[in-house]
């Protein structure tokens, strides 16, 4: 499956964003996906993600209660809702894939995940 992330750019502290992954296939049911993000000269980090089929979803604690994952199966379209966002949120944001049936435990973890986009700049002024 070939994933592209858009819809990053600059706001400013407490704006609204919403980030798109587009898949090139059907990915409900198939695939656990989920989003992941860079800041500069930082490790990656995950964001919000879940399993295959859908399901409950998982949200790093530092986001929980201002992003919003959701999906368009109809159209193979995942988006990441972004509000009150905060200058520590800007990084390079990653819509990624996996082929594996992971467990809630898996989610998480980046080296678990097969398909990646190239990734959407959020830049968030203070």
């Known amino acids: 499956v070939q994933l592209q992330a858009s819809g990053g750019g600059l706001v400013q502290a407490g704006g609204s964003l919403r980030l798109s992954c587009a898949a090139s296939e059907r990915t409900y049911g198939r695939y656990p996906m989920g989003w992941f993000r860079q800041a500069p000269g930082k490790e990656r980090e995950f964001v919000v993600g879940?399993?295959?089929?859908?399901?409950?979803?998982y949200y790093t604690d530092s986001v929980r209660g201002r992003f919003t994952i959701s999906r368009d199966n109809a159209k193979n379209l995942m988006y990441l809702q972004m509000n009150s966002l905060k200058p520590e949120d800007t990084a390079v944001y990653y819509c990624?894939?996996?082929?594996?049936?992971?467990?809630?435990?898996?989610?998480?973890?980046?080296?678990?995940?097969?398909?990646w986009g190239q990734g959407t700049l959020v830049t968030v002024s203070s």
């Open positions: 990624a894939a996996s082929h594996l049936g992971l467990i809630m435990s898996e989610v998480g973890r980046g080296e678990n995940y097969d398909y």
């Open positions: 879940f399993r295959r089929g859908g399901g409950p979803t």
